[in-house]
C-alpha cells in the first residue's frame, strides 16, 4: 500500500473507531496530513527517503509533549495546556519524516494498569463478537488500541512498571520497552524519574525496529540518557560475545504464579516448546527477588510521584485560578483535589507518607534495598554481565541469553469487572512486568494467537541491560515461526 493510500486508511480508522475513545486529539488537519504523505511518497520515488518510518502515520501517547497538540495527562490538571516545546523522541520523528497522528488517551499521569482513569473516558476494548467492552491495559491503552485497530503505523507510550507491555499483551500487539536511558525522556512529563521510559507499539517487528532505529540515541537535555562513552561501553561488551548458533532461554520459576490463568500457562508453555524445537535450549532459573519486587515498585514509584506531581497547582501549569483570595494552603487543597483524579492523589498520598521522616526507612530505604536485589537476580541469570556494573564473567556459558514468560497473569479482564475490583488489587496485574522496570531491562510483549481470544496472549522476552537486539531478534524468531504456521494452514 502507498504511503498515501496507508495515510489515508488511518484518518478513516480515526473516525470509525472513535467510539473506542483511543483518542483525546485525533488528527486537526487531515489535508495537511495527506499532503505530507504524499511528498514523502515523492522522496521515495526519488530514492531520497529520510527514513523508514518517512511518511508514516505515528501517535503520541498524551504524557509526550508535542508543539502543535496540547498535552494533558489524560488529566483535569493539564487540561488545555500547550507545550512550548516537543519532546526529543518527537523532534526525532519529524526529523524521519513521520506524521504526527494525534495524541492518545491514557491514565491520568500514567497511574493505572487498565486506562480507565482518564478525565476523557476510559478506552474501550475490541471484544469481538461480545458485546461487553474489555481492557486494553494502561497506562499507555490509547497507543496500543490505536495500532491495533490501524487508526496510525506506530505509536509511542511509556512504560513505567508495564505499561506499554500490558497494553501491547491485552491488544495483540507488539510492545516494547527499550533500556532504560537508551531513549531521551526530555519532554515526557515524569511519573517516576527513575523509572519512565519511552515505548514503542507496532503490528510487527519489523515497524518496532523502525520507530527504535529513528529516536533512539543521546541527548544531552535528558541527564538520565546514556552517554556517548556508556553506549560505547555497551557496544563493546556485546561485540565481546561469543557468536551463537541458537539461544540460552531462561524460565523464571516464579513467574509461574497461582494468578496464572490455565490459558495463559497453556500458551506459555507451548511456546516453549516451539522455541525449542528450532534448536533453543531451555534452562529453568530462579529470581528470588521476584516475589517481593512488586511492593518495592509500588513504594518508589509513588514516592517518586509525590515529588514530581507537586508543581502541578494551576498557578504553573494548568488553567489559571481567578480567585486568589484564599490561603495558598487552602487554595492548593482545592485546586488539587478537584484537578486531580482519585488514582493520582491516592498514589501522591502513599508516596508522601513513604518519603516522610517516620516511614522512609521502613518503606523507601527498604524498597530501594529490594530493588538491587531484583537487579542483582537478574545479573545472576544472565550469560552476559551488566555492561556498567562490575566485572566481566568468567564464563558465559552457565547462564541465558534471555528469560521467557508471560507478560499478563490473564487475559483481557472485562471493564464491568474491573470497576468492582478493590484499587490495590489491580496493582498486581503488573507483578509480571514489574522486575524488569525496576532493573532498567529491555522487555518486549509478542502477542500468540489461540481460538479463544482476539488479541491472543501476550508472552514476554527479557534481556540483560543493553542487550536490545536480543529482544527484538527473540520476538522476531516467533514472529516468523507464526507466519509459516499460518501459510501451512492456509495451505
Not at 381 to 406: C, N, R
Request: glycine share 8%; with cysteine.
Amino acid at each position: 500500500m502507498s504511503l498515501l493510500k496507508h495515510a489515508e486508511q488511518c484518518l478513516h480508522n480515526q473516525l470509525a473507531f472513535k467510539v473506542l475513545n483511543a483518542f483525546i486529539s485525533p488528527v486537526k488537519d487531515a489535508g495537511a496530513v495527506l499532503e505530507n504523505a504524499e511528498a514523502a511518497e515523492n522522496r521515495a520515488r526519488l530514492d531520497q527517503s529520510r527514513s523508514e518510518i518517512d511518511g508514516r502515520l505515528i501517535a503520541i501517547k498524551d504524557n509526550i509533549c508535542t508543539s502543535d497538540y496540547s498535552t494533558t495527562c489524560a488529566s483535569e490538571m493539564l487540561r488545555g495546556f500547550a507545550s512550548p516545546y516537543p519532546a526529543t523522541v518527537v523532534e526525532k520523528l519529524h526529523h524521519a519524516g513521520a506524521i504526527v497522528a494525534g495524541k492518545t488517551n491514557m491514565d491520568e499521569f500514567g497511574m493505572g494498569s487498565h486506562s480507565t482513569h482518564s478525565t476523557y473516558g476510559p478506552v474501550h476494548g475490541v471484544a469481538g463478537n461480545d458485546a461487553e467492552q474489555i481492557s486494553v491495559g494502561g497506562s499507555s491503552g490509547g497507543s496500543a488500541l490505536a495500532v491495533a485497530t490501524g487508526q496510525c503505523y506506530a505509536a509511542l507510550g511509556t512504560d513505567t512498571g508495564g505499561s506499554v507491555r500490558l497494553p501491547a499483551a491485552y491488544t495483540g500487539t507488539i510492545g516494547f520497552k527499550p533500556s532504560f536511558g537508551i531513549i531521551s525522556r526530555w519532554g515526557t512529563i515524569a511519573y517516576a524519574n527513575s523509572l519512565d521510559t519511552v515505548g514503542i507499539f507496532g503490528m510487527n517487528n519489523a515497524v518496532v525496529r523502525q520507530v527504535f532505529a529513528a529516536i533512539r540515541g543521546y541527548d544531552s537535555r535528558d541527564p538520565t540518557c546514556l552517554s556517548p562513552p556508556s553506549l560505547s561501553r555497551i557496544a563493546d561488551r556485546l561485540r565481546q560475545r561469543k557468536p551463537r548458533k541458537s539461544m540460552r532461554i531462561g524460565v523464571p520459576s516464579e513467574y509461574n504464579t497461582q494468578e496464572l490463568e490455565p490459558k495463559v500457562r497453556e500458551v506459555w508453555y507451548r511456546t516453549l516448546r516451539i522455541f525449542q524445537e528450532l534448536g533453543h535450549s531451555i534452562y529453568q532459573v530462579s529470581l528470588p527477588a521476584t516475589k517481593r519486587a512488586l511492593s518495592a515498585y509500588y513504594v518508589i514509584a509513588p514516592a517518586e510521584a509525590s515529588s514530581n506531581l507537586a508543581k502541578y497547582d494551576k498557578v504553573r501549569y494548568g488553567e489559571q485560578v481567578s480567585n486568589r483570595s484564599e490561603s495558598e494552603g487552602t487554595m492548593f487543597a482545592g485546586i488539587r483535589g478537584k484537578g486531580l483524579g482519585e488514582e493520582v492523589r491516592r498514589r501522591i498520598l502513599l508516596g508522601a507518607y513513604s518519603l516522610s521522616a517516620g516511614a522512609m526507612d521502613n518503606y523507601f530505604i527498604q524498597a530501594q534495598k529490594v530493588r538491587r536485589m531484583v537487579q542483582q537476580d537478574f545479573n545472576d541469570v544472565f550469560a552476559l554481565s551488566h555492561p556498567l556494573q562490575g566485572q566481566d564473567k568468567k564464563t558465559t556459558s552457565e547462564g541465558v541469553d534471555v528469560l521467557i514468560s508471560p507478560t499478563a497473569p490473564t487475559l483481557p479482564p472485562r471493564l464491568s469487572s474491573i470497576a468492582g475490583r478493590a484499587p490495590v488489587s489491580m496493582y498486581s496485574d503488573d507483578a509480571l512486568t514489574v522486575p524488569a522496570s525496576l532493573a532498567g531491562l529491555p522487555a518486549l510483549s509478542f502477542p500468540v494467537p489461540i481460538t479463544d481470544c482476539r488479541a491472543g496472549v501476550g508472552m514476554q522476552v527479557i534481556a540483560q541491560y543493553g542487550d536490545d537486539e536480543s529482544v527484538l531478534e527473540v520476538a522476531q524468531i516467533l514472529e516468523d515461526e507464526h507466519a509459516r504456521e499460518r501459510t501451512i494452514t492456509d495451505v
